[in-house]
């Protein structure tokens, strides 16, 4: 009997996109998170002894935080109740707990999945908390952003996070053989092509399958080379939100990288940053930062370069501008490094907020007045540029300070050597003026 879908030449179910094909059918099918699943990840080892925690999955989009929480509800046998904290309020949850109660008292399990789960309010995610503890549903959420931020930390204490990575280079080409495979044709692609293809996708592998089933469906003889796959698609953008956790990340690398003396990484992770959106005027701001305080007086030019390349960003704009600050970026990272002046002013702060309001002493006071002068006010202070060298060697600290502190301690490197020499023979006169 002929149906009406058929009559009308349709099918009675659509065509399925190529990812929900391919959808692992299995936990042993997951590509790219063996750290969990495999050995002695903690999945594993949850299947091993045949318990089930409630978890938090955090992981990047496209990794698989959905697929894994419905297989491991088929692997433990429990009802697998999926929820969407963007689509679903307290009533969709009060229903999910009524089924799970009643299916509990039937003696069946609920996994309660909650994609998004960060979306949730901070009451809304405290409902979670009885059913939870009462067993009555096992809560696996699936998050883009950081817990330790978007979750109740009551809520984190009763269930394990785990972190689903990136899908690497190899991963995601396993992922397209697999697609190839499911399809019966290889991708009109050459290798470099190929690599493209993979590089477009940023460790998404929804997104690599969403690009394989189009470049499956391009008419062409011969296999395509990177310009004209590039030609055909565009590029992804990054995976990057300025206000979110991936922000502090980034800018955390380019820190680090400048720190570390290596301007081949800290021009990476500024062209990341840049590519991604963020203000270069952040980004002027913060190699402030790195000059004052991780290159200090080693190179005093450094805070120079730094603001010149501000001042230079703002006259130019982009993208002219963003060279200045891939200049300072470089000379930052190639500049010997101190924190001295940086530890120094924590010292003196820590040291100010102790001794509260100690009175300089008498000889460096000013006596404008008479009465002043028979106070003492300046008795015995000794001009520093009539002194031989330049420097009287008297004391400057307050006379009730209970010892002379050290704040600053300049490094052996670059200018400071030479201000640590100065201040060694300087420090040594004021010893032994103390000595007499």
Not at 19 to 40: F, T, W
Not at 185 to 195: G, T
Not at 357 to 372: D, E, G, Q, R, V
Request: a negative charge.
């Amino acid at each position: 009997m002929t149906t009406l879908f058929e009559s009308a030449g349709l099918e009675a179910e659509a065509p399925k996109p190529l990812a929900e094909r391919l959808r692992p059918r299995s936990l042993d099918e997951v590509i790219g998170q063996d750290h969990l699943l495999k050995g002695e990840g903690p999945i594993a080892r949850m299947r091993e002894q045949g318990r089930l925690a409630s978890l938090i999955l955090w992981g990047p989009p496209g990794v698989g935080k959905t697929t894994i929480a419905r297989l491991l509800a088929e692997d433990s046998g429990l009802e697998f109740e999926p929820l969407s904290a963007v689509f679903s309020g307290v009533a969709d949850l009060k229903k999910v707990f009524e089924r799970a109660r009643a299916r509990r008292q039937a003696g069946r399990g609920t996994l309660l999945f909650v994609d998004e789960i960060h979306r949730f309010n901070r009451a809304q995610q405290d409902g979670f908390l009885p059913v939870v503890e009462e067993g009555v549903v096992t809560l696996v959420g699936a998050t883009t952003e950081n817990p330790s931020f978007e979750l109740n930390g009551a809520l984190l204490s009763r269930c394990q996070v785990l972190v689903l990575k990136r899908l690497d280079d190899d991963a995601l080409d396993a992922l397209m053989t697999r697609a190839e495979a499911e399809c019966g044709q290889e991708l009109p692609l050459d290798e470099d092509a190929r690599a493209t293809l993979r590089a477009m996708a940023d460790g998404d592998g929804r997104y690599l399958l969403n690009l394989v089933e189009e470049v499956l469906s391009f008419k062409t003889a011969a296999p395509i080379d990177t310009a004209g796959l590039t030609e055909r698609l565009s590029k992804r953008a990054p995976a990057y939100d300025k206000s979110r956790e991936e922000h502090y990340n980034l800018i955390s690398a380019l820190h680090k990288s400048v720190r570390g003396s290596d301007p081949d990484a800290a021009l990476y992770w500024l062209a990341r940053m840049l590519d991604g959106g963020e203000d270069p005027l952040y980004l002027a701001r913060r190699i402030v930062r790195m000059a004052v305080e991780d290159i200090g007086l080693a190179d005093s030019a450094a805070i120079h370069s730094a603001l010149a390349a501000k001042d230079t960003y703002e006259f130019l704009g982009s993208p002219e501008g963003e060279l200045a600050l891939a200049q300072a970026v470089v000379h930052l990272a190639c500049s010997p490094k101190s924190n001295a002046v940086y530890n120094a002013f924590k010292r003196a702060q820590k040291a100010a907020r102790q001794t509260g309001s100690l009175m300089p002493p008498a000889h460096i006071l000013n006596a404008p007045t008479k009465m002043m002068k028979e106070q003492g006010y300046g008795a015995g202070y000794e001009y520093d540029h009539d002194v031989e060298g330049g420097v009287s060697g008297q004391d400057y600290f307050p006379e009730d300070m209970p010892d002379r502190p050290v704040f600053y301690d300049p490094k052996p490197v670059g200018r400071e050597a030479a201000i640590k020499d100065r201040l060694d023979r300087w420090r040594a006169l004021r010893e032994t003026r103390r000595g007499r």
